[in-house]
């Protein structure tokens, strides 16, 4: 699984509006309790399909938006958010986008 670390605030509005304007949406809440459960459903969801996922800090949920296309999401970022190389880095760490949220030293993870 490859994810991109954005380190750069954006309002997480911006983000999911513009993402749903391009992709079709599903969000997946989860709470202290839940939190692994419903992140390994997200997860394996990501793998079904054309699809990415997108964990923000401070939000109680996980997004997963689909498109019927390839998606490249570096483009997206550039393009649709306005984002620079400088941004944002790649990782394929597994648990990275996971724990950069959790730990506040990263405002969005986009996995795929």
């Known amino acids: 699984m490859t994810s991109y670390i954005l380190t750069k605030w954006v309002e997480p509005y911006i983000l999911l509006e513009t993402a749903k304007k391009s992709f079709e949406m599903k969000d997946y809440t ?12 997200f997860l394996r969801d990501i793998k079904k399909s054309e699809a990415f996922g997108l964990y923000m800090k401070n939000v109680n949920k996980f997004y997963l938006f689909q498109s019927h296309h390839k998606i490249n999401i570096t483009e997206f970022l550039k393009n649709e958010i306005g984002i620079i190389d400088s941004d944002f880095y790649i990782t394929n760490d597994p648990e990275e ?13 986009f996995i795929m």
């Open 30 to 41: 989860f709470d202290g309790f839940n939190k692994q459960e419903v992140k390994n459903t």
């Open 97 to 109: 986008p996971f724990m950069v949220i959790d730990s506040g030293k990263a405002e969005a993870s």
